[in-house]
């Protein structure tokens, strides 16, 4: 190689080590780790967010920190919004309203010594009154798109003022929010009282598909003064907010919010959830109670979904039970038949509520060649009169 080749090369390397341009120091970034929707008078909307408050104070059990994109943890150090509310320390709610969810983040971003930022972003809350109307969609794709928020975030709807929801969110257990947050989400997955794909990504992808439909974790305040015990049934057979027990959380996050399109038409008990779990091939290994014994589900437990030749919509299970207390009240047979009957009921409570969250209409597209012959089928109405059968074939090991 010529001199004066290498000594051009040797010039320009400096600037090609130079690192990203227009990156952003972590310090001006309000790193958001829950945000609340809630509608506001005149047609507008609310926003309030949950985020590290940039003090040296440990947000839970010596914790400083959220983690960056790149997985080290860093302290932002600017200084928080005056009319910040410090609801905890470390952490700091902040409120904007405005004509739409897009506009509400940038006030705050304009207001606030810093960038907002939903890298970090765990959950996000709507009002089941937001959640009951069609803006439900642009709102999420206006968090996604324009503010790269974490697509594994949690879409959670609750009955109550989403923003005092998140409020009353405090981390437990001696670990940051965030992890705290995660952990939840993962253990009430594991139980399956939560619905399967309630990732922000997921929600959105199934709001925007036309073959399936979305379903978001239903999640409500208990106060402990209005609890609703129910002789015979399951714990989980019930809606988030009632439950007979006391506990640090306040918040419950039991059940499902179910959709149809964009708009929110109905939910699922936890039980009910626990079953559209197994339909769809999703149960987890897990302890479950059925006439008075206690029973472990194994984890290759196995679903299939399919449309006979006459529309029926088929819902096929294969399952082993492992008993772990109690005496067996049930044969094999008999508790075959309780869960086909259970998912019947199921299946026909989705068709009622126009929400097709079991993905037949992803069966159903097959059959057509071309999107114009999707259309003409009209499938929403085909789904809604479809004939419902489901088949249990169980064991007891």
């Known amino acids: 190689m010529k001199r004066p080749s290498l000594f051009l090369i040797l010039l320009f390397l400096p600037l090609l080590l130079g690192?990203?341009?227009g990156g952003q120091?972590?310090?001006s970034c309000l790193f958001v780790i829950a945000m609340a929707v809630d509608p506001a008078q005149d047609g507008n909307l609310t926003v309030t967010v949950k985020a590290l408050s940039g003090s040296q104070d440990a947000a839970t059990g010596g914790a400083q920190s959220e983690e960056d994109a790149g997985g080290e943890e860093k302290t932002p150090s600017s200084g928080q919004s005056e009319d910040a509310e410090q609801t905890e320390p470390g952490y700091v709610v902040l409120s904007a309203t405005a004509p739409s969810c897009l506009r509400a983040l940038n006030l705050l971003s304009a207001t606030t010594p810093r960038t907002v930022n939903l890298s970090q972003l765990q959950e996000i809350v709507l009002s089941e009154t937001l959640a009951r109307t069609e803006a439900t969609l642009s709102i999420l794709r206006e968090i996604h798109a324009m503010y790269r928020a974490n697509g594994e975030a949690i879409v959670v709807v609750t009955p109550d003022d989403a923003g005092d929801f998140i409020r009353r969110q405090h981390a437990l257990l001696g670990v940051r929010l965030s992890k705290y947050l995660k952990v939840l989400f993962e253990n009430f997955s594991r139980i399956d009282t939560i619905p399967p794909n309630a990732q922000l990504s997921a929600v959105i992808a199934a709001m925007e598909s036309g073959v399936c439909d979305a379903a978001a974790v239903y999640a409500a305040g208990n106060d402990f003064?209005?609890?609703?015990?129910?002789?015979?049934?399951?714990e989980t057979d019930r809606l988030p907010g009632h439950l007979p027990r006391t506990s640090p959380a306040q918040n419950e996050y039991l059940g499902s919010a179910l959709f149809s399109g964009p708009r929110m038409t109905g939910t699922l008990t936890g039980s009910e959830t626990s079953l559209l779990c197994l339909l769809m091939g999703r149960a987890h290994s897990r302890t479950i109670v059925v006439g008075g014994a206690?029973?472990?589900?194994n984890v290759n437990a196995s679903?299939?979904?399919?449309?006979?030749?006459?529309g029926t919509l088929c819902a096929r299970v294969r399952i082993s039970l492992s008993l772990l207390a109690g005496g067996e009240a049930q044969t094999q047979g008999e508790l075959a038949a309780d869960i086909e009957q259970r998912a019947v009921n199921l299946m026909q409570k989705l068709q009622t509520l126009a929400c097709d969250a079991l993905g037949f209409g992803c069966i159903a597209v097959r059959g057509?060649?071309?999107?114009?012959?999707?259309?003409?089928?009209n499938w929403p109405a085909e789904y809604a009169g479809a004939a419902v059968r489901a088949s249990v074939f169980l064991r007891i090991v």
């Not at 003064?225 to 399951?234: F, I």
Request: glycine fraction near 6%; proline fraction near 5%; charge should be neutral.
């Open 303 to 310: 679903a299939r979904r399919t449309i006979a030749q006459d």
């Open 19 to 21: 690192g990203c341009s």
């Open 368 to 377: 057509s060649l071309s999107i114009p012959a999707w259309e003409r089928r």
């Open 25 to 27: 120091e972590i310090e």
């Open 225 to 234: 003064s209005a609890t609703l015990v129910l002789p015979g049934a399951e």
């Open 294 to 297: 206690q029973y472990r589900v």
